[in-house]
């Protein structure tokens, strides 16, 4: 597979469950990110790794935790979140340095 | 503070030229991003242009970059129904070991056919 890759698409879970988004990139890059997108606000930056250390952490509430265990991938553990977090997560790459992201298909999570 | 603006909506018919507009703050951009999202998609990554250029061109899309008005737009040449997504501006900002990425809300193209 080429690009940014994310999984599962589609995740429904209850307040009480455990999950965990995957995205993997196929690109060389070495700087991975997380967005959330809800309806009608701007893109949220979430969390920022940059060679594997996490550099940016945009006061997420620590239900959300991430993970980067190598350049190419990227994991974000959800618990006990709340149905105001229902909303489409985003991954993205880069390389350090440079600007240019590229973004995965994106996770619609709903939280019910 | 950074700050990303967009008009919500643009309806146009299938055929004629689109111009979405935007307006950023950060004077010290060095890269200004247009990205188009497609109904249950993610954001792909349309065209860029360097702040110390004017203008760019890449087949039917036209960035033009005003860095005195902090004004960037997108101009759509023969607006196909493909076409129809959601666009975003975003504007590079010096975060330190990664640059970040601050985004509009976005517009809403729809094209008529």
């Known amino acids: 597979e080429t690009g940014v890759t994310q999984t599962p698409r589609h995740l429904v879970m209850g307040m009480t469950n455990k999950k965990s988004l995957k995205c993997e990139q196929h690109l060389g890059h070495n700087a991975m990110y997380w967005y959330k997108q809800s309806a009608k606000k701007p893109l949220e930056l979430m969390f920022v790794y940059s060679l594997e250390e996490r550099v940016e952490n945009n006061s997420v509430p620590s239900r959300f935790s991430p993970e980067c265990p190598n350049s190419s991938h990227l994991f974000l553990h959800l618990h006990t979140l709340q149905p105001e977090d229902s909303a489409l997560y985003l991954c993205?790459?880069?390389?350090?340095?440079?600007?240019?992201?590229?973004f995965g298909p994106g996770t619609r999570l709903t939280v019910l | 503070g950074e700050d990303v603006e967009q008009s919500l909506f643009l309806s146009v018919r299938e055929g004629d030229s689109s111009v979405i507009n935007c307006t950023y703050t950060d004077s010290s951009s060095t890269y200004l991003y247009w990205y188009k999202q497609e109904p249950g998609a993610g954001l792909q990554l349309l065209t860029y242009i360097f702040s110390n250029m004017d203008m760019k061109q890449d087949q039917r899309l036209t960035v033009l970059l005003n860095k005195k008005d902090k004004h960037l737009s997108l101009r759509i040449a023969d607006t196909q129904t493909g076409d129809s997504a959601i666009y975003f501006c975003?504007?590079?900002?010096?975060?330190?070991?990664?640059?970040?990425?601050?985004f509009g809300t976005g517009t809403l193209l729809a094209v008529q056919p």
């Open positions: 993205a790459s880069s390389l350090e340095g440079v600007g240019t992201q590229y």
């Open positions: 975003a504007e590079s900002t010096n975060g330190g070991a990664t640059n970040k990425l601050i």
